[in-house]
């Protein structure tokens, strides 16, 4: 029964990363592109997650922080583009 659930927890997640990613496409502002690829990487956070759950192992926790840590420096990074237009200011 588990199994079960979680193959259809896995098949809707990759379903939202999929249509994520047609925003991140077809997104009509740049803004919502930002927010689709933020929102990817959540979307990623959890999948590995799911997967760690199902193979019973912490091996996988490393992906998680990298995927964390680059989802929010890209956030960051594209904050800043969009409010600046630059993203390393030269002083």
Do not use: N, Q, W
């Amino acid at each position: 029964m588990f199994e079960t659930i979680m193959i259809i927890f896995l098949s809707i997640k990759s379903l939202a990363i999929f249509l994520c990613l047609i925003r991140v496409i077809l997104g009509p502002t740049m803004a919502d592109r930002a927010l689709a690829l933020d929102t990817v990487g959540l979307l990623l956070i959890g999948f590995v997650g799911s997967i760690m759950i199902i193979h019973e192992t912490i091996a996988y926790a490393d992906v998680v922080v990298v995927i964390a840590i680059l989802a929010c420096l890209g956030s960051i990074a594209i904050a800043k583009y969009l409010e600046r237009g630059v993203i390393f200011d030269r002083y």
